[in-house]
């Protein structure tokens, strides 16, 4: 019997645990989903990528066009060797705030909330393959 409550609190423990990384991931995400319901698609040019002067934060510089061919040009921070000048890339921007840009490329856009929200279900899964007290080989 006492194994049968040691195994629920176990149970209960990973089903809060995979809850919580969900909630955190969804609440870290939700100003993306925002941001997705107003977002614009378009294609920008990588014109230059490089160290930012007085930092070691590797840099790229894209240009587009938004509303009204009115171009453009923005930095993102970027993994060094992702991008080669003259690359064609996918760009989500908001008409109304030209400013806020993302590339449109899965990391960029997820990143590590929307792999929380999906590690969260996971782990709730997870606790159902626990090892049972009374099923030891």
Known sequence: ??????????????????????AIGILCALPKLKFFRSARRTWGVVVDQGVRPGTNDYQV???????????????????????????????????????????DRFWSVWNIWGLLALLGPAVCIGAFFLPRPGHRA
């Not at 019997?1 to 969900?22: N, P």
């Not at 509303?67 to 760009?91: K, T, W």
């Open 1 to 22: 019997m006492a194994e049968d409550t040691k195994r629920g609190e176990s149970f209960g423990t990973w089903i809060g645990v995979g809850l919580a990384i969900s």
């Open 61 to 103: 510089f894209i240009e587009f066009f938004g509303e009204r061919d009115r171009r453009l040009r923005l930095s993102f921070p970027a993994q060094v060797y992702n991008y080669s000048n003259g690359e064609m890339v996918p760009i989500l921007y908001d008409p109304l705030n030209p400013r806020k840009v993302m590339v």
